[in-house]
């Protein structure tokens, strides 16, 4: 039977998951949003962020209170300490995925993306994807396996990152310098998206086994 | 006299007042060599990088420590919590700072920076460097009054970056694509190292007021 500091504990780790589980979709939804233009799905997501923030500050009230009520040491104290993190980690994802959906309302009726820079986003956005429902399993389960797996998923979404940039680059490049500037900032949120996932799962895996996951430089 | 308990949590606050200096240093030092194209500095700031995340992770273990020996609660719980969450803001700072000089070396012996927008650089790198420095007062001694003037910096340095945007995309710009993307990015780590600092300066606002600095949306 679980005692009831770990069911709170639990249900905090189910609030990280739900977190998780609504990044995803608002990354996905973004992306859709931006290769689509479609407004009403980008509005959707720049309104879901609340919803993200609200369940961050509410998790991080209730890890804080958890601690001054149990007063725990050890592996329960530093699985708090890294709850904190993990939830500051998916709020900020939230706010990426929210910056690219407000990238497709800024360009809107237009799309954002050229049509040669479409297929790269289009696989920026399954990489990203994977990656986050990959970390949904490491936090829901503490799956070390897929915590290290994440690791060549982030190679692959830098290296799409440097085919776009080679791409807006390259001598076939005439969409101009705005798109330019669109393009290079939102590679760089598909790629600090990927970056929080990996950071998430590494610290999981630390948490789980005690030692640090290998840290690509 | 102090207990040991609030001497530990002193020596924490040293040691984020410590990383703050560290921080500015480093963003001044990479601008620096960002307009002036030397690789020595350059270089100089991407080794102190290390010793940034050096503290970072001491000062992490010493906290979670010190919760786990002397179960604080109520406003220490609280003060210790922002402490875990400011070293992490501070140490982001040290990336972006780490990435302005990873763009001097990458286009040594050149200058990323053209002649047109070497003043508005230099007015980022003057907010940025104003801003850490008050967020440093706001760490060192609780300074509610500091903690709010940093929203007009911050507001100064988004015009800033609005305007760096936008003599990109003037009918004046003539350095092309590869010195739009590089300003893009280094506009973006400007701004966010700003952000950052903000962040921190609300973040100890709260801990002293138990109110929440007015967020701009």
């Given at each position: 039977m679980r005692d009831?500091?770990?069911?709170?504990?639990d249900a905090i780790n189910g609030g990280l998951v739900q977190m998780s589980l609504l990044v995803r979709e608002a990354f996905s939804d973004a992306t859709k949003a931006l290769l689509t233009s479609d407004l009403a799905l980008a509005e959707k997501v720049?309104?879901?962020d609340a919803a993200i923030d609200d369940i961050y500050h509410e998790l991080d009230a209730r890890t804080i209170n958890l601690i001054a009520r149990q007063q725990p040491v050890a592996t329960d104290l530093r699985t708090l300490?890294?709850?904190l993190r993990i939830s500051a980690d998916l709020e900020r994802m939230g706010d990426l995925a929210h910056h690219i959906a407000k990238t497709a309302r800024m360009r809107y009726p237009n799309c954002a993306v050229p049509d040669v820079l479409t297929n790269i986003i289009t696989a920026m956005d399954k990489e990203g994807s994977g990656i986050s429902e990959k970390m949904t399993t490491v936090i829901q389960y503490g799956d070390t396996v897929r915590a290290l797996e994440v690791d060549k998923d982030d190679d692959e979404m830098d290296r799409l990152h440097r085919e776009l940039i080679a791409t807006l680059l390259g001598d076939s490049w005439d969409h101009g310098i705005e798109t330019a500037i669109d393009m290079t900032l939102l590679g760089r949120y598909y790629e600090r998206f990927s970056d929080h996932a990996v950071s998430i799962a590494h610290r999981i895996y630390f948490v789980v086994t005690g030692e640090y996951?290998?840290?690509?430089?």
């Open positions: 009831i500091f770990h069911e709170e504990l720049i309104a879901a300490v890294s709850s996951a290998v840290e690509k430089s």
